[in-house]
């Protein structure tokens, strides 16, 4: 579809209201008007140059990274050519894409020349002009949406034509093609209970609608697994386990709960969120991408009830706690349970009473001690405005830690691994911000 045509407008104002409401601010629009550019200190790591885009960045950054960790495991990052590198974006970005389960997929570019001037079979297209846009309307009235019907398709357009990620409007250009690709209407249907958005018309942040959708191909609103019904609304999570996993400071501050799916993913890659940023972790050690165990499962859901870190509950929990973990949890056997665990008649539960009654024996399956990686994209939170993957050496204590206010790094990650203690390289925690 050509710029200019009345089905392509339809598609980008409906695109527009979707991504950003009735009102777009010009600062928060140019915010996110870069495209993605690597380091020149880390060959594989994307450059954020302000505050917004990250909703986009870093999860293409985690899916590039699972690629790269999945196909040349303890390769040097620094050995990485610049053409390793776009190859890498390209398939990143078409992996992205493949999520959306689209019957053809959507690739919207921006030209600097007029409509007519080139198609998507003949010569290549420019990714951008020299010409600055500093509107959205004027954006708007350059792209041109080129339909493929296969994802090589969209990846040899891509790899011809690499300047579309790599110039200016790179990040918004990718956004356009997953919901174009997907379908304006499935979007609105999968975040049907919300009416925001999907980026912050004032301060120019992504919405969970938009991270989920980037991770999953679903822009549902929450991090839970499966769907919940709350107050009589159907309440729609994540449905299967992912590739990249997600874990936020938020769970910490108790504002949301991230289910097993999340937590778990396929791969050792998780985009870490604080409240503002997006960034993400990841590490060579395959082990930590194994799928839960029932133990650790139900351990996880005693210490949620154990919200001090004290390794222990009130005997009056035990049932709520039995009935989390899907156990029995009938009146009479819970009593019997409770006599049994508490027989000092103390009111309290010990974690390690709990785990050899009802789970003697069960292994962890992540490994004591490992190694992590993280990266943050923006560049004023990297030390020097260097963007640099930091490398740190965790442990999992025999009990959990408590992070200090001040460490949000330890914080969010002790959301999954509450025992976690991490010595970083540099001898400074790095930012989440």
């Known amino acids: 579809m050509s710029a200019g045509s009345v089905a392509l407008d339809r598609e980008l104002a409906s695109t527009r209201r979707l991504l950003w409401g009735d009102q777009v601010k010009d600062d928060v629009f140019r915010r996110w008007a870069q495209g993605f550019q690597f380091s020149p200190d880390e060959p594989s790591a994307l450059i954020q140059l302000e505050g917004g885009p990250c909703a986009a960045i870093a999860p293409v950054q985690g899916f590039l990274l699972k690629i790269l960790l999945s196909e040349t495991p303890g390769h040097s990052f620094h050995d990485l050519t610049s053409e390793k590198c776009d190859s890498l974006l390209v398939r990143a970005v078409c992996t992205i894409l493949s999520q959306c389960l689209a019957p053809k997929y959507n690739v919207a570019v921006y030209r600097k020349n007029e409509p007519d001037a080139e198609t998507s079979g003949g010569n290549n297209v420019e990714g951008q ?6 509107t959205i309307e004027q954006f708007h009235r350059r792209i041109e949406v080129h339909p493929f019907q296969t994802l090589s398709e969209v990846e040899s357009f891509y790899t011809r034509n690499i300047r579309i990620l790599k110039d200016k409007y790179g990040v918004l250009l990718l956004l356009y093609s997953v919901i174009l690709s997907k379908g304006i209407s499935v979007v609105e ?13 004032t301060y120019g942040y992504g919405s969970q609608g938009l991270i989920n959708l980037m991770l999953t191909g679903r822009a549902v609103a929450h991090v839970w697994d499966h769907d919940q019904v709350v107050g009589g609304l159907r309440l729609r999570g994540i449905e299967q386990q992912n590739d990249i996993g997600f874990l936020t400071i938020m769970e910490h501050m108790q504002y949301c709960t991230v289910g097993s799916f999340y937590k778990n993913p396929k791969h050792p890659v998780w985009v870490l969120a604080s409240d503002t940023h997006l960034t993400v972790l990841f590490s060579l050690e395959r082990r930590l991408a194994a799928p839960e165990t029932v133990g650790e499962s139900a351990e996880r859901i005693f210490r949620s009830f154990d919200p001090e870190g004290n390794n222990f509950i009130p005997s009056a929990a035990l049932q709520d706690v039995l009935c989390a973990a899907d156990l029995v949890s009938e009146p009479e056997y819970v009593e019997l349970m409770r006599r049994k665990l508490d027989s000092e008649n103390l009111g309290i539960i010990l974690l390690s009473a709990f785990m050899d ?18 990266y943050n994209g923006l560049l004023r939170s990297n030390p020097g405005t260097r963007v640099l993957y930091r490398t740190g050496r965790a442990a999992l204590l025999e009990c959990p830690m ?7 790094m330890l914080t969010c990650l002790q959301t999954k691994w509450p025992s976690i203690d991490v010595v970083w390289d540099d001898g400074q925690s790095p930012s989440l911000n």
């Open 129 to 134: 002009s020299n010409t600055v846009c500093d």
């Open 402 to 408: 408590r992070a200090a206010s001040t460490d949000a």
């Open 357 to 374: 009654e009802f789970f003697p024996g069960c292994e962890h399956g992540a490994p004591d001690t490992f190694t992590i990686h993280h």
């Open 189 to 201: 249907a999968e975040l049907s209970e919300l009416s925001d958005p999907l980026i912050h018309s």
